[in-house]
C-alpha cells in the first residue's frame, strides 16, 4: 500500500513537470554563449528539403551574416543552426516567421504545429508569405542596415491594428485555421535583391495558399474586412485620390441563405485628381461620385465572385447564418451555400471636395424669380421629406427668393450634402429650372439666415 503512495505520487509531480513546461535538467544560459534570435526564413531546399535561414545576432562587436541550412525538420534545422555557429542560439526572442509562397502553396500546418507546440517560442510572432528570394534580400541589405532584422520587426509592429496592411500573429493564424469554414488570411511580401515591398493579403483554404489580392481588392478588403479605414485610397483607372477614407458596413442575409446585400457608407475627402474632371460644381460632383460608385460596386462585386469560386470566406460571412434559435451552418453546408449565393454591393459615398461648391448666381436669381411659390410646398430625398418647406407667406420674406423662415430652420439650421441624383422635387415644378442646383442654393442661404 506504502508503495502504492509512492508510485503515485510520483507521476503527479512528473506530469506537473511536464505540464508547466519546466524541464527536468536545468539548462545554464550564460549570456556570452547565447545568442537570440529574432526570425526564421523557410524556403524550398533540394529536393523535399527545407531552406532554413537566420541572422545572427551576436551580443559582441561581430559582423553579421546569414545561416542557412538544409533540413528535412524544423527542430533538425535548429540543431543545425547550433553546429555552424560558437554560441547556442536562442528561439525565446522569435517574433518573425518568413515562410515562402511555395511551401505555403503546398500547406503549412505542419510548420505552424511545430512551432506552436514549443514552450519556447512566442504564440505572438508574426507570420508572413515572401515571393522571391529572401535571402538573397538579406544578403543585400545587410551592408546598409545593420539592425535589418530589428527594422522588419518594427516594421509589423507599428502596422498592426492599423488596417493599412495585414497583419497576423501564430495566435490568430492557428484561430482562424481551427474556426469552422473560415479562411486563415496572412500578408504576402515580394523580396528581390534590393526591395521588400508588401504586395496584398494571402487568403488560404484550410492551410494552403490559393488567392493573393491585388492592388484594388486589398483596398476594398482592408475596408470592408479589416479596419474600416485607408489614409489613401487611390483608384487608378479614374485618375484620383481619396483621404481620410471611413467605411460604415453593413452585411444582411436572407432567412434562406440565397441572397447576401452588402451596404458600404464611405466619407472621405477628395486629396487628389490627376485628369480633367468638372468637380467644381454640384452637377460635377455628384455626377463624379456616381461614377465611384458604380465603379466600387462592380470591383467589390468581382473580388466576392471570386471568393464564391474558390470556396474562402476571409470576411467570417458564415456567423450571419447564427439565427436565435439555431446554430450556424456547419462547414460543407455554408461551403455549398457561400458558393451559389447572389450577391450584390451597394456603395453611398459621400466626398468633401478639394475646393468650396461654385454655383451661379445669375442664373439661380433669375430662375428664382419665374417660381410658383405658392405650389412649391416641399422636396424629398429618397422618398423621405426633407426637414423644410417653401412657402409664400409674405413678400418680405420671399424678395429675392429668399426661403421662408420659419421656426423650425432658426432652431436648427441644415446644411446637407445630398445628390442632386437622388433630390425630388414636388411634380407642379418648373421643368426649365435645375433641381441641384436650387436645392444647394437654399441649403446655402440657410446657412446665411
Excluded at 554563449?33 to 532554413?52: C, D, L
Excluded at 471568393?307 to 447564418?321: A, G, S
Excluded at 448666381?361 to 428664382?368: G, L, M, Q, T
Amino acid at each position: 500500500m506504502k508503495h502504492k503512495h509512492i508510485k503515485i505520487h510520483f507521476v503527479i509531480f512528473v506530469n506537473i513537470i511536464f505540464l508547466s513546461s519546466c524541464s527536468p535538467i536545468p539548462e545554464k544560459n550564460l549570456i556570452e554563449e547565447i545568442a537570440p534570435v529574432t526570425f526564421w526564413s523557410i524556403q524550398k531546399g533540394e529536393g523535399e528539403n527545407y531552406r532554413m535561414s537566420t541572422l545572427i545576432p551576436p551580443l559582441v562587436k561581430e559582423k553579421k551574416r546569414l545561416l542557412t541550412v538544409q533540413v528535412d525538420m524544423l527542430k533538425e534545422g535548429m540543431k543545425g543552426f547550433n553546429l555552424k555557429y560558437y554560441r547556442e542560439l536562442k528561439v525565446g526572442q522569435l517574433r518573425m516567421l518568413l515562410i515562402s509562397d511555395e511551401i505555403a502553396k503546398e500547406g503549412i500546418s505542419p510548420l505552424i504545429d511545430t512551432i506552436l507546440t514549443d514552450p519556447d517560442i512566442s504564440k505572438r510572432l508574426y507570420v508572413a508569405i515572401v515571393k522571391g528570394d529572401f535571402d538573397e534580400y538579406i544578403n543585400s541589405q545587410l551592408a546598409a542596415q545593420k539592425d535589418l532584422d530589428y527594422y522588419l520587426y518594427r516594421m509589423f509592429k507599428h502596422y498592426e491594428g492599423q488596417g493599412k496592411l495585414t497583419v497576423v500573429n501564430l495566435h490568430q493564424f492557428m484561430k482562424m485555421l481551427h474556426s469552422p469554414a473560415n479562411s486563415p488570411v496572412a500578408p504576402v511580401f515580394e523580396a528581390s535583391s534590393g526591395n521588400f515591398q508588401y504586395q496584398g493579403t494571402g487568403i488560404f483554404k484550410n492551410d494552403k495558399l490559393i488567392e493573393t489580392t491585388n492592388n484594388m481588392e486589398e483596398q476594398i478588403y482592408q475596408l470592408i474586412g479589416n479596419d474600416h479605414f485607408l489614409k489613401y485610397f487611390p483608384i487608378r483607372d479614374l485618375s484620383f485620390v481619396l483621404g481620410h477614407v471611413t467605411a460604415n458596413v453593413n452585411w444582411y442575409m436572407d432567412k434562406t441563405y440565397s441572397e447576401l446585400k452588402l451596404t458600404v457608407q464611405l466619407n472621405g475627402r477628395l486629396d487628389e485628381i490627376a485628369r480633367e474632371q468638372n468637380v467644381l460644381t454640384q452637377d460635377g460632383l455628384s455626377t463624379f461620385e456616381t461614377e465611384i460608385e458604380l465603379y466600387l460596386e462592380e470591383q467589390t462585386t468581382n473580388f466576392l465572385k471570386k471568393l464564391q469560386e474558390n470556396k474562402v470566406d476571409p470576411f467570417q460571412l458564415r456567423t450571419y447564418t447564427l439565427r436565435p434559435f439555431s446554430k450556424p451552418l456547419n462547414k460543407e453546408e455554408w461551403s455549398n451555400r457561400w458558393e451559389q449565393m447572389e450577391v450584390t454591393v451597394d456603395y453611398d459615398l459621400n466626398i468633401q471636395p478639394l475646393t468650396d461648391i461654385k454655383t451661379d448666381e445669375s442664373n439661380y436669381e433669375e430662375s428664382v424669380g419665374r417660381l410658383p411659390w405658392n405650389c412649391c410646398r416641399s422636396f424629398t430625398y429618397r422618398g423621405r421629406p426633407l426637414p423644410f418647406r417653401l412657402g409664400h407667406t409674405d413678400d418680405q420674406t420671399m424678395k429675392n427668393g429668399y426661403l421662408h423662415d420659419s421656426e423650425d430652420i432658426k432652431k436648427k439650421p441644415l446644411l446637407p450634402k445630398y445628390s442632386s441624383s437622388n433630390l425630388t422635387a414636388p411634380t407642379n415644378f418648373p421643368a426649365l429650372y435645375n433641381q441641384a442646383i436650387f436645392f444647394l442654393q437654399v441649403a446655402r442661404r440657410i446657412g446665411r439666415d
